[in-house]
């Protein structure tokens, strides 16, 4: 698949699922294991978007695609940023 397409893709991922994802992990009644896996999920898909950007980075002429994917990327870490402050860890569970 070229990597436009799959820019494409993962750019209408993010932006149909962020605000699910959000409502997610912000959820009190979303067990600890499904916001662990919530993370998980999205650790995947920051990596599938760093590697689209190495891709689109070595590629010349893709400027407009490399912007693009540079903020798509940011995006996707600030999500599982977000995620992450939402799981407690257990000495924070037992205060």
Same mark, same amino acid.
């Not at 698949?1 to 209408?12: D, H, I, S, T, Y």
């Given at each position: ?12 991922f993010y932006t149909d699922k962020q605000p699910q994802i959000i409502r997610a992990i912000e959820a009190p009644n979303v067990s600890l294991r499904q916001k662990q896996l919530i993370y ?9 978007? @760093?590697? =689209? ?14 912007? *693009? !994917?540079?903020?798509?990327?940011? @995006?996707? =870490? ?14 924070? *569970? !037992?205060?």
């Open positions: 698949m070229p990597p436009a397409l799959r820019l494409e893709k993962l750019q209408n998980a999920c999205l650790n995947n898909l920051c990596q599938l978007s @760093a590697q =689209l950007y190495a891709e689109l980075s070595t590629a010349p002429g893709n400027y407009d695609l490399l912007d *693009q !994917a540079g903020d798509l990327d940011d @995006a996707w =870490l600030q999500l599982r940023r977000l995620a992450g402050s939402k799981i407690l860890i257990r000495s924070e *569970q !037992a205060a």
